[in-house]
């Protein structure tokens, strides 16, 4: 049984994992952060649900490391937008800030296994700004030394968005059409939102157990093909 605390609550992947965690038999508590209410505790009360609703960012950290009792496992699905963040230097401190700012919060309270979602193509020496921002989150993540850290990297996210983003929409039609004409036209370069969830939370509890791939010990990265093998219902 597990104690999880949850960022990134209420995005398109994040509100999959809030309900994924909700459902799991094996999690006993859920903890969310968030700036608004996440649909899930709109809709109906939960038990095993508590929400810290909070539009001041500065003080996830606090409330992080004040859970009783300590989350097991600590998820992040965070991200923003060049254009809500104004930029993409305010992105940078928004999502590199607060995803390292956190995890290094939930380590020092003694959190064993630290889930990220992260981007296909992330890397730190990325010539893409975007990649070269999700590839640093990984690595400073991974200097905290959580006794194990997954990384999840999925290509296009598939799903419906609340907010409106035209391009993607398109090709999230394309990556639909492809899907249903075979699997295997999809699944390696876009992954469905509800997917990603259900693998972050199943990776997630896997990794508590000790039940992770050989060499991926310390760090287990899981990419298009890895999500669709633990984003089943199991």
Known sequence: MANV?????TGMVGSHILT???TNPSVTRVDTISRRTPQAASNAP????????SGDTATWANQLSTLT??????ISSFGTTK????GFENQYKIEHGL???LAKAAREAGTKVYVLVSSSGASKDSNIAYSRMKGEIEEDVKALGFERTVILRPGLIAGTREESR???AGIRFVASWAGKLHSGLKDGWAQES??????AVNAGLKALEGDVPAGSEKVWILAGSDIIKYGKDV
Do not use: R
């Not at 605390?5 to 609550?9: D, E, F, N, S, T």
């Open 99 to 101: 995803n390292v700012e």
């Open 69 to 74: 009792p300590t989350p097991d496992i600590f």
């Open 5 to 9: 605390a949850l960022i990134g609550c």
């Open 194 to 199: 509800d997917v990603i969830g259900k693998a």
């Open 20 to 22: 994924s965690l909700i």
């Open 83 to 86: 254009a809500a963040a104004g």
């Open 166 to 168: 035209p391009l993607e």
């Open 46 to 53: 939960h038990a095993k649900l508590t929400t810290f609703i």
